[in-house]
């Protein structure tokens, strides 16, 4: 297959099984926050069986003809038979209002949790919904020769997500899984150019919010005998696709070592402009460490930029943010660690603010606002201190480590029946 054949045509990629996605090699950034230096792919495939053919996704909405110049390449819409949804986002549903008007005799397969997605996205206006069959682990279909078997693999990267195995074929479908934005249209991962650094941005931004449901996932995967893995993004994995299936189940494993790790830990984040937040958090920090069983670190923003600590959060069980109030509001470091967090599962840790202010403070209740809204527990009043601290008041912020310390610590009772 030349490069060339590749950007013009569909690609055989196994016997029977052709890509016949489009090549976004323009784009960069996804999503509005994903930035890629490639540009991207939407990959589609048809499969052909004996009793029919077989779709697998579609493409965004203006690539729609390059997706139909391809299909047509390798079938005939009469022919086809099945279309598999794995992921109903439009970069990949964007051709499947035309698909269906193309071909309606097809019978729709997708996830038990894609079925809201397909209504809202087939309004009578847009075609109406078609017969479909909602799906899940074990789910397959004969194609002739040929069998589709599905896998549960939800919030990879939306709730509808599944994955679908080519039995005979070893080829797995994977939707967003194991994707990256990198347009090459040599296509083979063999091929491509080194796509490493954008196959791990990929999985850091899309993925890693989702580690617990990547987890999951890889118990259906891994087990496979897999020749090869077709994601709906970037390079097809046709050289030892079991690597990154590998490195997959490296990145969703919790890799710190944590010396004291039977400890629950708390991070303290301050920015302190003449020293008061400063000796705020070291307070608190103190009076954290007076309850055993808390390992308590704790950074200076503005020594550092936030991404570094995304590990950290990752792994910790609660947050303590300080900032100064300037100009009404919490200083930027604070908003830039709190805008990382986005790619992190955070929800159900702790978290508390404090600061020391001028004449307003607000910094504190802004940032428990935010906490609140990335789903952290605010089990505590934040303390905010007019200017520099005095003794009682440090002890204030002793008191108030302490109380978090005890929260992150504190077991329920144990019912006897
Ligand atoms: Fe490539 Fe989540 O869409």
């Known amino acids: 297959m030349s490069a060339a054949a590749a950007t013009k045509d569909a690609v055989e990629i196994a016997q029977g099984v052709h890509w016949i996605g489009a090549l976004d090699p323009d784009l960069r950034s996804f999503d509005i926050i994903l930035r890629t230096a490639n540009g991207t792919t939407y990959n ?4 052909r069986g004996k009793k029919g053919v077989a779709i697998i996704d579609t493409v965004k909405e203006s690539f729609s003809g390059e997706f139909f110049r391809r299909l047509e390449s390798v079938t005939d819409y009469a022919e086809i038979t099945t279309i598999v949804l794995n992921h109903l986002e439009p970069d990949h549903s964007g051709a499947l209002p035309e698909l269906l008007r193309r071909a309606p005799q097809a019978r729709v397969y997708l996830s038990v949790r894609a079925q809201m997605m397909l209504k809202a996205l087939l309004k009578p206006a847009n075609g109406g919904v078609p017969e479909y069959t909602p799906v899940s682990t074990g789910f397959e279909v004969d194609l002739g020769g040929r069998t589709l078997h599905f896998l549960h693999t939800p919030y990879l990267h939306w709730p509808d997500t599944q994955c679908t195995f080519l039995k005979e074929d070893g080829i797995l479908f994977t939707g967003d899984v194991f994707g990256c934005h990198f347009c090459d249209e040599r296509l083979y991962n063999d091929r491509v150019g080194d796509f490493r650094f954008s196959f791990e941005y990929y999985y850091a931004h899309i993925m890693r919010p989702f580690r617990s449901y990547v987890l999951e996932a890889l118990t259906l995967i891994e087990p496979l005998k897999l020749s090869m893995i077709a994601p709906a993004h970037g390079p097809i994995l046709t050289h030892s696709p079991q690597d990154y299936v590998r490195r997959y189940r490296e990145l969703a494993t919790p890799r710190l070592y944590n010396e004291a790790h039977s400890d629950k830990t708390l991070l303290v984040f301050y920015l302190s402009a003449y020293g008061n937040t400063r000796r ?24 550092c930029e936030p991404g570094i600590f995304t590990d950290l959060v990752e792994e910790a069980d609660c947050l303590a943010i300080g900032s100064p109030t300037i100009n009404g509001d919490a200083v930027k470091p604070i908003w830039d660690l709190l805008s990382s967090l986005a790619t992190v599962n955070v929800s159900g840790k702790l978290g508390i603010a404090f600061g020391s202010y001028g004449w307003s403070g607000e910094a504190v209740s802004l940032i428990e606002d935010r906490l609140r809204g990335l789903k952290l527990r605010v089990p505590l009043t934040g303390l905010r201190l007019k200017l520099s601290p005095d003794e009682a008041e440090l002890a ?16 329920p009772p144990q019912v006897l029946v």
């Open 280 to 303: 705020m958090a070291e307070a608190l920090a103190t009076g954290a460490e007076n309850v055993s069983g808390v390992r308590v670190s704790i950074y200076d923003l503005e020594g």
């Open 44 to 47: 589609a495939y048809a499969v």
């Open 396 to 411: 204030q912020c002793r008191q108030l480590g302490e109380s978090l310390a005890t929260h992150l610590t504190y077991q």
